[in-house]
């Protein structure tokens, strides 16, 4: 029988110091800059969102993040607009380089995991550049081959169209 991890939801204000540091090292400046601020009365600058985040309190097998938890160790984390919000409620923002909703397991959370994500991100990137560019290359060869055929015409003219929508 698998043991399963017990899983305890926290929540902070980001306008209060601690709230701020820990979504810093969770998110990431970046993040923080991108999320709306209070306008005017005592919190007036301060960020207008929640930190909430789930944490193992004994360890075992965590269904959420697909993995085995340690106790005390973060399952998940999410920025809402209230302390009560839910992770399909998180807020959208700029995180690791594009918008997107500022929630994620920790394979994603803390520096070090968000610049291996990003890596992953930019090799898959590199990799389909390559892979776009040699499909370009052939569309070309099959262009010139098509050329010296004069009944292949409507296929050259679609091959022809897909080289200029692929440059």
Request: a positive charge; one cysteine or more.
């Amino acid at each position: 029988m698998t043991t399963r991890a017990h899983l305890e939801t926290r929540t902070a204000s980001l306008w209060e110091q601690f709230g701020l540091d820990y979504a810093a090292r969770l998110f990431g400046q970046e993040a923080l800059d991108s999320l709306p601020r209070y306008k005017r009365g005592p919190k007036a600058g301060k960020i207008n969102a929640y930190l909430r985040w789930t944490r193992a309190t004994s360890g075992g097998w965590c269904r959420e993040c697909q993995s085995v938890l340690r106790p005390n160790e973060l399952a998940r984390a999410w920025i809402c607009k209230g302390p009560f919000g839910l992770q399909s409620d998180a807020l959208v923002g700029q995180w690791m380089g594009r918008p997107q909703t500022l929630c994620g397991s920790k394979s994603v959370l803390g520096e070090a995991n968000r610049n291996a994500e990003m890596a992953r991100q930019e090799a898959c990137r590199q990799e389909l550049t390559r892979e776009e560019g040699e499909r370009l290359a052939g569309l070309r060869q099959l262009a010139e081959a098509l050329a010296e055929l004069p009944h292949m015409t409507p296929t050259l003219e679609k091959v022809r169209a897909e080289i200029a929508r692929l440059s």
